[in-house]
């Protein structure tokens, strides 16, 4: 089973890689403001997780920039995700506003806060 998703997830960073999405060109003021939203955001995720990959091809084309975690090789950030998140589930954005964290699950709840944010800009 671990090979098969071994596999699965490279085919899923090969297609990935060859079809990347082109992000939306936005005035340098525009994009600088929306940097500064996106600076307190942490994408916790796994590499070739199509869920992840999914929220990441959406920041792409909305031209976010977003940190991300890797939550699968690097045990700080897994250890992160486990203790403040609550559960080891990818992918998870981690959104700070205000001295508050929250943590969103779900693919598309995540797709769905970053284009909010977008349009807001």
């Not at 920041?59 to 976010?64: S, V």
């Not at 897994?78 to 998140?85: P, S, Y």
Request: glycine share 4%.
């Amino acid at each position: 089973m671990k090979l098969i998703r071994m596999l699965l997830g490279s085919l899923i960073l090969v297609f990935d890689f060859i079809f990347t999405p082109r992000s939306k060109k936005r005035p340098a003021d525009a994009q600088a403001k929306l940097d500064a939203q996106t600076a307190k955001l942490k994408l916790y995720q796994f590499k070739g997780c199509p869920f992840c990959v999914k929220v990441r091809r959406a920041a792409k084309r909305e031209g976010l920039k977003l940190e991300t975690r890797d939550a699968m090789n690097n045990q700080v950030h897994r250890q992160e995700l486990q203790e403040q998140g609550g559960k080891i589930k990818v992918p998870c954005l981690r959104i700070e506003e205000q001295n508050q964290v929250t943590w969103l699950y779900e693919s598309n709840d995540i797709v769905a806060y970053l284009q909010k944010l977008e349009q807001a800009a």
